[in-house]
Structures are given as C-alpha cells and as structure tokens.
C-alpha cells in the first residue's frame, strides 16, 4: 500500500488549506482513511478519521474547523482546513488501516504563520 499526499504550505493565521492523498496498491475493502499530524517536540496525534462508510472522528482541537471527506472510487480522502491557527502548524501524515494494519504516507508540512 502507498500513500502519496500533497497539500501542504505557508498560510497565515485565519487561512485556509486542503490536503489530499491518494492510496494504490491493494484493494482496501473496509478500512478506515484519516489524517495524523506531529508538530515539533509532540507525538503524532489524530487529526481525522473517516470509515468506509462515511463516519468521521474529528480531535476536539479541529472541530468545527477542518473537514474530512473521502472518494472512495479514487481511493482519496482529503482535509480541508479552515481558520487554520498557528498551533496547527505540524507535519501532516496521511493513513489508512486496513484488517488493524496501518500504512502511512509521507508527511506534509503545514505551517501556519504570519
């Protein structure tokens, strides 16, 4: 399983930004897609999770603010960010688990500066 992200950048504070990763390599029945982040001197953490069938976890530090959404016939999910805020500067990382097994992507850095 591969992951390929893309999406990340430079946005001040108050901005908007959206991620997007594509997943290949296998066929992923019933998984759960999501997005992790590590900001510098921090575990990584969850951002989102979306299942196969649509429901979403959010951390209580983006609700509201971002959204998580999957193709499913594109194998994507994506992130979008809005009233992005400094502490939301980190490197991002795109997941999916299939059968418990997690594949990761690599990172995209999101910084969230003025």
């Known amino acids: 399983v591969q992951l390929q992200a893309s999406g990340g950048g430079l946005v001040q504070p108050g901005g908007s930004l959206g991620l997007s990763c594509e997943a290949s390599?296998?066929?992923?029945?019933?998984?759960?897609m999501g997005w992790y982040r590590q900001a510098p001197g921090k575990q990584r953490g969850l951002v989102a999770n979306i299942y196969s069938d649509g429901n979403v976890i959010y951390a209580d530090s983006v609700k509201g603010r971002f959204t998580i959404s999957r193709d499913n016939a594109k194998n994507m999910v994506y992130l979008q960010m809005n009233s992005l805020e400094p502490e939301d500067t980190a490197v991002y990382y795109c997941?999916?688990?299939?059968?418990?097994?997690?594949?990761w992507g690599k990172g995209t850095l999101v910084t969230v500066s003025s």
């Open positions: 997941n999916i688990r299939i059968s418990g097994v997690d594949y």
């Open positions: 390599g296998s066929r992923f029945g019933v998984n759960v």
